[in-house]
């Protein structure tokens, strides 16, 4: 498996909290993305970026914002969390971009009370 | 924007049978990829199709890439216990620019198999 981690693996938060998910990884790629995954929905996009402080939306990205200020570290952050973001939440990354391979990272169990 | 089906939801096998999930695209893509989640873990990737009508085969897996390259197919030969998971495919539209852009997800079959 490629070198991603990704903190916290669960949480739980109250409603209104906000919450910073972290994926770190070791193989030095530009490409790093947040997915969530839901029953019924597969994988959705949340925000993806490619290159230290380039970032762009996602198509679930209300409610979201992110940051990447090293090549191995993208931090997605729930503002204000609301019970509709209980998911569970999936770093991936890759060498070249979405026309190529994504490693993904274990995920994170976020669930929002 | 871009959506991309998958079918069936689910698919329950008896081990032996054969199994096939099928993707289709709104928009034309310039690749498609299949992943494979197993349950409680995360999405592997199996395969990319780049050529229009493109087939390739991984052992008993066999993926179809279609003419138009708007669909796409998995087929599993015999399955076994160790197939069971989530199937994904994975499209990337073919509207030019850079590929750093999004990867859209099918909502993926899963697999059951009974021994």
């Known amino acids: 498996d490629a070198g991603i981690t990704q903190s916290p693996r669960h949480k739980v938060t109250e409603t209104g909290t906000p919450v910073t998910l972290r994926c770190h990884q070791t193989e030095n790629h530009r490409y790093m993305y947040w997915y969530r995954q839901d029953p019924g929905h597969g994988l959705r996009l949340i925000h993806y970026?490619?290159?230290?402080?380039?970032?762009d939306k996602g198509e679930v990205s209300d409610g979201y914002s992110v940051s990447r200020s090293k090549t191995e570290d993208f931090l997605l952050t729930l503002e204000s969390a609301t019970s509709s973001q209980t998911s569970v939440y999936f770093c991936?990354?890759?060498?070249?971009?979405?026309?190529?391979?994504?490693?993904f990272g274990p995920g994170t169990r976020l669930t929002v009370t | 924007g871009q959506q991309v089906m998958q079918i069936p939801q689910y698919q329950h096998v008896q081990e032996g049978e054969d199994f096939t999930t099928y993707c289709n695209s709104s928009?034309?893509?310039?690749?498609i990829q299949w992943y494979k989640q197993r349950p409680g873990g995360h999405p592997v990737f199996l395969i990319q199709?780049?050529?229009?009508?493109e087939v390739k085969k991984q052992k008993r897996l066999t993926f179809q890439f279609g003419e138009a390259k708007k669909n796409s197919s998995l087929h599993i030969t015999a399955t076994q216990t160790t197939d069971v998971g989530t199937y994904f495919c994975a499209g990337v539209p073919n509207a030019g620019g850079t590929s750093y852009g999004k990867l859209t997800f099918g909502q993926g079959t899963i697999l059951t198999v009974h021994p």
């Open positions: 991936a990354i890759s060498e070249k971009g979405a026309g190529y391979e994504q490693y």
């Open positions: 199709l780049v050529k229009s009508g």
């Open positions: 928009t034309t893509l310039s690749n």
């Open positions: 970026s490619y290159g230290v402080k380039d970032t």
